[in-house]
Nanobody
Framework: QVQVVESGGGLVQAGGSLRLSCTASGLAFHEVTMGWFRQAPGKEREGVSCISRDGTYTSYSDSVKDRFTVSRDNGKNSLYLQMASLKPEDTAMYYC??????????????????????WGQGTQVTVSS
């Protein structure tokens, strides 16, 4: 059974930093593309960042580019999102997602939620002004 679990959310002041973590079990982590998504109250879920299964390719939404950094440690079955210069508009539930990916697609990823098979329950990030 595949399980995806996020952690690291919390309350932080504007301009501060947080590091989200995600672990995935029940699958071969080195064979999955990983993504971070978020959803604020009353808004649609949006893609934040993704990383290819081999870790060589990353993608970010324009709203977080140059502030957030995604990384993965395949030896620890873990995904991370380092968030800096946080803004109140970053307040949302953050979700980690995974999708099994073929070898030929190992060097790419997309910020399309429909691409992803497995989802965590989310971790809340609240940024106060």
């Amino acid at each position: 059974q595949v399980q995806v679990v996020e952690s690291g959310g919390g309350l932080v002041q504007a301009g501060g930093s947080l590091r989200l973590s995600c672990t995935a079990s029940g699958l071969a982590f080195h064979e999955v593309t990983m993504g971070w998504f978020r959803q604020a109250p009353g808004k649609e879920r949006e893609g934040v960042s993704c990383i290819s299964r081999d870790g060589t390719y990353t993608s970010y939404s324009d709203s977080v580019k140059d502030r957030f950094t995604v990384s993965r440690d395949n030896g620890k079955n873990s995904l991370y999102l380092q968030m800096a210069s946080l803004k109140p508009e970053d307040t949302a539930m953050y979700y980690c997602a995974a999708v099994r990916t073929s070898w030929w697609a190992r060097t790419t990823c997309r910020l399309e939620s429909s691409d992803y098979q497995y989802w965590g329950q989310g971790t809340q990030v609240t940024v106060s002004s």
